[in-house]
């Protein structure tokens, strides 16, 4: 029973290929099954995701590729370094635990649960803290998604603005293409690529989170998400080979396909956790708001 429902929601997904309909029954499927089939659910994880970005590659020229990193690489760094600082801060102002405010600094700068969970085992940091701050990004995400684009056509912004806005703005990959895609095509390239930029900046978090913790760990690029080097493979593959268009153009339908299921499954995932003290709700509320208004500031001022 509950198989088949995840299958009929998959093929629902696969034919709507609208990110908001693919979140809102992963949430609906979620509540349906509470715990059951949590196993494979937690197997899947966000492998369709992954594939469904690395395939966004062979869109993407080398030369699109290396100027929007070029470009913009520096703006990205400056964020995650910038946001990273000013969650550290705003957290000591809350007074909050330590290791709490590590895990929301890490996903509000670099990209969401997954720089959270790469980083909860070097603080060692407690289940119901991790599983926390898993909650409240997921429910920030999906905010995100779901008005971010409204409010980018609203304000009429230019697809590689919104692309840009997205990649700064929202933590998880997930919702950072999804957001794009909703606005254009080309919108969601450009934030796949410059939240793959910001996803690089894993490497040096871990290493100074083992610093600042004493961790004796090393750091090598296998801290890095493996779909990252698969995306710049296949940009290499796609751009050094001349490949039949019939492969471009069954890569970018699913590309689509596999975001929009795993942005099911992510949602599936989503567990309503008790929340004690009211300053854990507030902060990592209040760090992303300050976060999105300089984003928007500086999208819209620097790149007018």
């Known amino acids: 029973m509950h198989k088949l429902l995840i299958t009929i929601s998959i093929i629902s997904v696969v034919f709507f290929q609208n990110p908001i309909i693919s979140l809102g029954l992963g949430l609906l499927v979620a509540f349906i099954l509470k715990d059951n089939l949590k196993k494979f659910i937690l197997y899947i994880g966000s492998i369709p995701l992954q594939i469904g970005i690395v395939l966004i590659g062979f869109s993407i020229s080398f030369n699109t590729f290396s100027n929007l990193l070029i470009n913009y690489f520096p703006i990205i760094s400056i964020y995650v370094v910038t946001t990273f600082l000013l969650g550290l801060f705003i957290g000591k102002l809350f007074n909050l635990d330590k290791k709490f405010i590590y895990l929301i600094s890490s996903a509000t700068a670099i990209c969401g649960a997954t720089a959270a969970l790469a980083i909860s085992s070097i603080i060692k940091a407690k289940p119901n803290q991790?599983?926390?701050?898993?909650?409240?990004?997921?429910?920030?995400?999906?905010?995100?998604?779901?008005?971010?684009?409204?409010?980018?056509?609203?304000?009429?912004?230019?697809?590689?603005?919104?692309?840009?806005?997205?990649a700064l703005a929202i933590h998880d990959t997930a919702s950072v293409v999804g957001s794009g895609l909703l606005f254009s095509e080309e919108a969601g390239e450009t934030a796949a690529i410059l939240k793959v930029g910001r996803t690089i900046w894993m490497i040096p978090l871990i290493a100074l989170i083992a610093y600042l913790e004493n961790e004796k760990r090393s750091v090598t690029f296998n801290d890095l998400p493996k779909f990252i080097i698969w995306f710049f493979l296949v940009i290499a593959i796609s751009n050094i080979f001349t490949l039949p268009i019939q492969i471009y153009d069954i890569s970018k339908l699913l590309s689509i396909v596999f975001i929009n299921i795993g942005i099911f499954f992510i949602a599936l995932q989503s567990k309503i956790q008790?929340?004690?003290?009211?300053?854990?709700?507030?902060?990592?509320?209040?760090?992303?708001?300050?976060?999105?208004?300089?984003?928007f500031l500086a999208v819209t001022i620097l790149f007018s």
């Open 130 to 166: 991790i599983s926390l701050a898993v909650f409240i990004i997921f429910v920030m995400n999906t905010i995100a998604l779901v008005l971010f684009p409204v409010v980018g056509k609203f304000l009429d912004l230019t697809d590689m603005q919104f692309g840009l806005f997205s």
């Open 274 to 295: 008790q929340i004690n003290n009211l300053d854990t709700l507030i902060y990592p509320i209040l760090l992303w708001v300050i976060v999105v208004l300089i984003s």
